[in-house]
């Protein structure tokens, strides 16, 4: 069965440090987002792609975050400079965009800023 | 904008009891619903989903019934098992971008 592949799975960065994470679509899904859920709470959309463009990223902090997935498949999110507060886990997932299909979610990738 | 409202847990309830866990929504136009489950340390799997009004999804014995009257999809489950204990999500998805807004989540612990 295919599956969004996110890595890493756990990251303990310093604050003021980059730090990037990677993830990959499931084949054939246009639609890729990026959420942040911090513990206890429930995942908020960073960033939404249809193909490589950049849909919504109203709620990604630009100061600090970027987001990219330049030829419409695999897509990096990176943080520079990492701040305590950006602690939580980062969720990646996908769906083929159409209307009423549900988007699939990897595994995450845990972020700690020490 | 929209916005998903989720019962406030947490819930903790003995096996075998029956389960509801409330959700309404705020959306423009016809949102599709969703419910999603996370295990501890994992990321969201979805359960049940319906995509039009009076639209009823079910899975794994969990139900939950679109009713537009009432803006809600509220999750039900005649009765749940230890290994039901998770969080879970109700979601939105709508608009022409599909933008797939979460409520706040309901962690539910069963009791043997």
């Known amino acids: 069965e295919a599956e969004v592949a996110q890595s890493p799975r756990y990251k303990i960065t310093e604050k003021s440090q980059a730090v990037a994470f990677w993830c990959d679509p499931i084949?054939?899904?246009?639609?890729l987002y990026w959420y942040r859920q911090i513990l206890g709470q429930g995942p908020e959309l960073l960033v939404q792609f249809q193909d490589e463009s950049v849909v919504d990223d109203s709620q990604l902090p630009k100061d600090r975050f970027s987001a990219e997935r330049l030829k419409g498949v695999d897509s990096t999110l990176k943080i520079q400079p990492a701040e305590l507060g950006d602690s939580a886990m980062y969720l990646c997932?996908?769906?083929?965009?159409?209307?009423?299909?549900?988007?699939?979610f990897g595994q995450g990738t845990r972020l700690t800023v020490v | 904008g929209n916005s998903v409202t989720q019962m406030e847990g947490p819930v903790t309830l003995s096996e075998e009891a029956f389960l509801t866990i409330n959700c309404t929504y705020t959306?423009?136009?016809?949102?599709?619903l969703f419910w999603y489950v996370q295990y501890p340390g994992e990321g969201l799997q979805l359960l049940l989903k319906?995509?039009?009004?009076?639209d009823k999804g079910s899975n794994k014995g969990f139900e939950a019934t679109y009713r537009k009257e009432t803006t809600s999809f509220h999750l039900e489950k005649g009765s749940v098992q230890v290994s039901d204990s998770a969080v879970y999500f109700c979601?939105?998805?709508?608009?022409?971008?599909?933008?797939?807004?979460f409520g706040s989540g309901t962690q539910l612990t069963v009791l043997p």
């Open positions: 084949s054939g899904h246009a639609t």
């Open positions: 979601a939105s998805s709508s608009g022409s971008a599909r933008q797939l807004t």
């Open positions: 319906a995509t039009k009004a009076d």
């Open positions: 997932a996908s769906s083929r965009g159409t209307l009423n299909t549900e988007a699939f």
């Open positions: 959306a423009t136009g016809y949102p599709s």
